[in-house]
């Protein structure tokens, strides 16, 4: 049991060694918020940054009822402004409202500079208020207290020393726990990773569970395959390797750098970050950039790899559920598009961000898109796909063949040549206004024969347009409308199109790009809607019909589609025309 004594001078050589020990621990100096100076006091420390740089940080503070972690956070947000400015040991004048962000962001609890003594000194500016700049925990400032008044015992004293040091170290440890938890999250999302490469390693020995197995799974698991099925590198790979959408996204923000200097961007669906990337290097002051699949740890070290982790945030996450460090962005970019533009429905999630996080008169990228629909004269494209059933290695397998009441529509990459009708467009989406509802759709179609041909197929495909301001007006329905520009007939055509619709002339004019035949091939390729029976076209012929798209029922990443048509032949005939329908589905 031990005792404790006192000796006329206060208190015996064990308490001396006690006090060594603390003044050890206590007495390291603090560095200032704003410059190099330094104060074994944070009420000195404080002092002088009021006096030099123009904060009250005891006043503002109290002012603004700061809770110990509120202050933690401000004392790194602070540092974390130093460390990326070197004139900061300037700043005059600095003050907080109560505002900010970042008074409630969990990322300023981690100490901005190793071993920052400031952090476990704040409790001490509840002490003691009132008292002098020397009435700190140290012992020899409570002996001065006592000869000052005279009133306070010794133990009382003693008391609330220990009490004040237990008070710092129950932060300390809290501080501590924050930082083990930090730490822990970040290793479970790598077990994570690591556990999913291991099972998308084996997938292909696992057995099939059986129809009735998986019949009870919910939505939340197709979402998860969604999500999952991104997680890899080799679709990022095909991503990153057209040409055409990648280098359209990059020419429109390296040509724009007026545009994205100094603003805060959303990146939404990073994957591998490389528009985050491309809009750090074109000056944004911040980007944030959100996916929910693993691929976002990998874009994450390629951020880090390419020292842009001072600029670039990554949020791992559906857009839908996350709150963002900001609570606006000036610029949304998005690599949203599937096949058919709308498949795996991926533009929801950007209207849910524009939404929610666009700044009034923000920008997104792409800012408007297009499908377009023709017809195709194929006949190696049927004899590859159709009647290669008709003999298989010298065996028959018609039961292959699309025999049901659904067809399924077909991707593959579709020669300029085979098209044999003119385009029309049936879907036109301002991504500044539009909402969910307008991505079901229903349109008329007028399409012409440009050649005598047996029509095997009706073609979908998209384009995307990029513009300087979301404000932008459009181009006309007309303009839209207009032929494919091809060969000879583009300078001649050049004087009938605007600056507005440039998009749509051949690609090194393009303010965006295309995905149809006429064009460059890309990854999204084109959408093949073949028809149960050709059509015998003569040149000038007319397919008029209805276009409806709808998100599945079962599934509302995929496409259920109808297209009601009628062959009308440009030579008279009194014969009624025939509408036909045939339903169609995109998996």
């Given amino acids: 049991m031990s005792v404790l004594s006192y000796s006329e001078s206060g208190f015996d050589t064990q308490d001396d060694r006690w006090d060594d020990w603390e003044d050890e621990e206590m007495n390291t100096p603090m560095k200032c918020l704003f410059c190099a100076h330094s104060s074994q006091s944070p009420i000195v420390l404080f002092r002088h940054v009021k006096q030099a740089h123009g904060f009250d940080f005891p006043k503002t503070r109290a002012a603004l009822g700061l809770d110990f972690y509120q202050s933690m956070r401000v004392v790194n947000y602070i540092r974390t402004l130093g460390l990326n400015d070197s004139n900061f040991e300037h700043v005059s004048g600095f003050t907080i409202d109560g505002t900010e962000a970042f008074l409630n962001d969990d990322a300023y609890l981690k100490p901005a500079i190793a071993d920052d003594n400031l952090l476990y000194a704040l409790d001490e500016l509840d002490l003691d208020d009132s008292a002098s700049v020397g009435s700190t925990s140290r012992v020899g400032s409570l002996s001065r207290s006592l000869k000052a008044d005279g009133h306070e015992s010794l133990e009382s004293l003693r008391e609330r020393e220990l009490t004040a040091r237990i008070r710092t170290l129950e932060h300390q440890l809290g501080l501590r726990e924050r930082e083990v938890k930090f730490v822990s999250e970040q290793f479970d999302e790598y077990k994570q990773m690591v556990k999913q490469q291991f099972y998308d390693s084996i997938d292909d020995d696992a057995p099939t569970r059986p129809a009735e197995e998986t019949a009870g799974c919910d939505e939340a698991d197709g979402s998860n395959y969604y999500f999952n099925s991104y997680a890899g590198n080799e679709i990022h790979m095909q991503m990153l390797q057209d040409k055409v959408r990648t280098e359209g996204y990059r020419d429109f923000i390296y040509d724009n750098k007026d545009v994205f200097k100094g603003k805060v961007v959303l990146d939404v669906g990073c994957g591998t970050g490389i528009l985050s990337m491309f809009a750090a290097r074109a000056g ?69 961000a524009r939404d929610r996080f666009l700044a009034p008169g923000g920008l997104l990228a792409p800012s408007a898109s297009y499908i377009y629909l023709t017809a195709i004269s194929d006949e190696e494209y049927i004899n590859d796909q159709i009647n290669y059933w008709d003999s298989v290695y010298g065996f028959k397998m018609s039961a292959m063949k699309a025999t049901g009441p659904v067809i399924d529509a077909d991707v593959d990459v579709v020669p300029a040549a085979a098209v044999a009708a003119s385009r029309a467009l049936i879907a036109e989406i301002d991504h500044g206004t539009a909402t969910p509802a307008v991505l079901d759709f229903d349109s008329a179609f007028s399409l012409v024969a440009t050649r005598d041909s047996t029509i095997h197929a009706f073609l979908g495909y998209f384009d995307v347009a990029f513009a300087r301001s979301q404000a932008a007006p459009g181009p006309s329905h007309a303009e839209l409308s207009l032929p494919v520009c091809e060969g000879g007939d583009c300078a001649a055509r050049s004087a009938q199109v605007s600056a507005k619709a440039l998009w749509r002339q051949p690609e090194a004019s393009m303010n965006g790009f295309t995905t149809g035949p006429h064009g460059t091939s890309t990854h999204w390729k084109q959408t093949v809607f073949v028809l149960r029976e ?12 209805q276009f409806t798209c709808r998100k599945s029922a079962t599934n509302p990443r995929e496409l259920d589609m109808v297209i009601s048509y009628c062959h009308m032949p440009a030579s008279s005939s009194d014969a009624p025309a025939v509408t036909k329908q045939l339903s169609y589905q995109l998996r």
């Fill in 284 to 352: 944004a002051a911040r980007v944030i950039a959100v996916d929910n699949s693993d691929i976002i740890h990998k874009a994450r070290a390629n951020v880090i790899e390419n020292k842009l982790e001072d600029i670039i945030t990554l949020v791992k996450g559906k857009i839908e559920d996350l709150e963002l460090p900001v609570p606006r962005v000036d610029i949304i970019i998005s690599e949203w598009m599937g096949y058919f533009l709308l498949f795996e429905a991926m533009l929801d999630s950007v209207l849910v």
């Fill in 534 to 545: 050709p059509i015998q076209a003569k040149q000038g012929d007319e397919i008029r019909g």
